[in-house]
């Protein structure tokens, strides 16, 4: 896609499609890759290992540039330099925390690797990582000369470490890539706040067909659920994402639990090493947490860190208390990855409580086409688990409130911020049925003849 005379963007995913984000943008002779992530569920081409492989040119992208450390943004990033990418990674300081811990978990549960491999592809990253302020411009090398196009990252409020990223062009237009977008409101992260100017926008559109839940309703139905388990037992399961879902789901319970004296017998399990590790990140940067966060901190209250939390570590521990919630039935609620029931210790609940007619499953982010979270949402009465058919008994539940993504009045909202007339406006990221709905209140709201799908 020509922007104008010198400058063109590539998507080599993440276009058409939710996950495998990875785009090109070219100046000139050179260009910047922004983000390359893991192509999921019914997005990826096959389950081959060369299904992963970088089949665009790469000798002349000076960099990368990485928008937030989810896997779809960052999973391919072993492949691309395997390729022989030899340029910087530029991101914010937390998403440099993040990246290598959820790049580790992928290598492993995901694609087998022993511990040697992981380690020496983790070291390569490290090495390449350039982590920047928000809010400062980072000049971007040249791979043939001097300094061609400079980079700001800016809070996206999606996930800890999360940005969207603005591009200085040569003629000084602004190129702007918003990677995910955080919804407005939410209590642990500070809202995302749009550029003064943005020429060529290229906006993500997940959740482009609808909105979420208010926070004050998402705490309420997951209330609800909770006493019912309470009164009646049976577990509760979250499949959650590590980085995200995990913290807002833990600082939600941490309120309920403060504001309603809900029973002390009710555990609250975190079975997740990578949650458990990206959870002590996010309270070491708490500078990053929003204003109520931080208001529960100076009240001595730990969000992310109370009493009736119980984390569990080691595999033996996660099987002593799959057993025993199999066969006790008493109320429990288990935070486990992953988020979209493609592998992690989740898979085990789901396997041993699905067939329960007590159990409850949350589904508090987005399950995409082609896996067993979107199966489960989706009402299926039998499920296939490690090659075992498994009966649905379980009650189900979508709480979008948890959904780490703007809605559709969210983004909206982003783009009518935008002061500066937009030139192009590139809807990325979601699905074709969501992106033609955006597409169509954009339209009403005066960008006909602007959008570029």
Not at 167 to 186: I, R, W, Y
Not at 312 to 330: C, F, M, P
Not at 381 to 394: G, H, K, L, R
Request: aromatic fraction near 8%; charge should be positive.
């Amino acid at each position: 896609m020509q922007l104008n005379d010198k400058v063109a963007v590539i998507h080599h995913g993440g276009k058409g499609t939710v996950t495998g984000s990875c785009h090109e943008l070219k100046i000139g002779r050179d260009a910047v890759l922004v983000d390359c992530g893991l192509f999921q569920g019914e997005d990826a081409p096959n389950k081959a290992l060369s299904a992963l492989n970088i089949t665009f040119p790469i000798q002349h992208i000076a960099a990368l540039v990485l928008t937030h450390s989810h896997i779809d943004h960052i999973g391919r990033l072993p492949w691309l330099l395997a390729a022989g990418f030899s340029g910087p990674i530029y991101c914010t300081k937390a998403t440099a925390e993040l990246v290598p811990l959820m790049l580790e978990d992928g290598l492993k549960l995901q694609l087998g690797f022993n511990r040697g491999q992981q380690s020496r592809i983790i070291e390569l990253v490290r090495k390449r990582i350039q982590a920047v302020d928000y809010n400062v411009w980072f000049p971007i090398k040249s791979k043939v000369s001097g300094y061609f196009t400079y980079g700001r990252f800016h809070h996206a409020g999606h996930i800890l470490g999360s940005a969207y990223v603005e591009f200085k062009l040569p003629n000084q237009e602004m190129a702007v890539f918003s990677g995910d977008l955080g919804p407005n409101d939410t209590p642990l992260l500070p809202d995302p706040v749009a550029p003064m100017r943005a020429d060529y926008l290229f906006v993500e559109s997940t959740y482009g067909d609808s909105n979420h839940q208010d926070i004050a309703s998402r705490s309420e139905r997951l209330l609800t659920i909770i006493k019912r388990s309470l009164q009646d037992g049976g577990a509760i399961i979250i499949p959650a994402f590590s980085v995200g879902r995990t913290q807002e789901l833990l600082f939600d319970i941490e309120q309920l639990i403060a504001k309603h004296h809900l029973d002390d017998r009710l555990p609250i399990i975190l079975d997740s090493p990578l949650a458990l590790r990206v959870t002590k990140s996010y309270r070491r940067f708490k500078k990053l947490w929003g204003n109520e966060a931080k208001k529960r901190l100076d009240a001595r209250r730990h969000p992310l860190n109370f009493k009736q939390c119980i984390t569990v570590d080691s595999y033996s521990q996660h099987k002593k208390i799959v057993n025993r919630l199999q066969g006790s039935a008493e109320p429990a609620i288990i935070i486990a990855a992953s988020g979209m029931c493609q592998g992690g210790r989740v898979m085990d609940y789901l396997k041993a409580l699905l067939p329960d007619g007590r159990t409850d499953v949350i589904f508090a982010g987005y399950q995409a086409n082609g896996t067993l979270g979107r199966d489960i949402q989706d009402g299926k009465t039998t499920v296939w688990i490690d090659q075992v058919p498994v009966n649905v008994n379980a009650q189900v539940h979508q709480l979008s409130g948890y959904s780490a993504h703007a809605g559709q009045e969210d983004l909206l909202r982003f783009v009518e911020a935008i002061r500066a007339p937009i030139t192009q406006l590139h809807l990325i990221h979601g699905e074709p049925s969501s992106k033609r709905e955006l597409k169509e209140m954009l339209m009403r709201r005066g960008f006909e003849g602007k959008i570029v799908e």
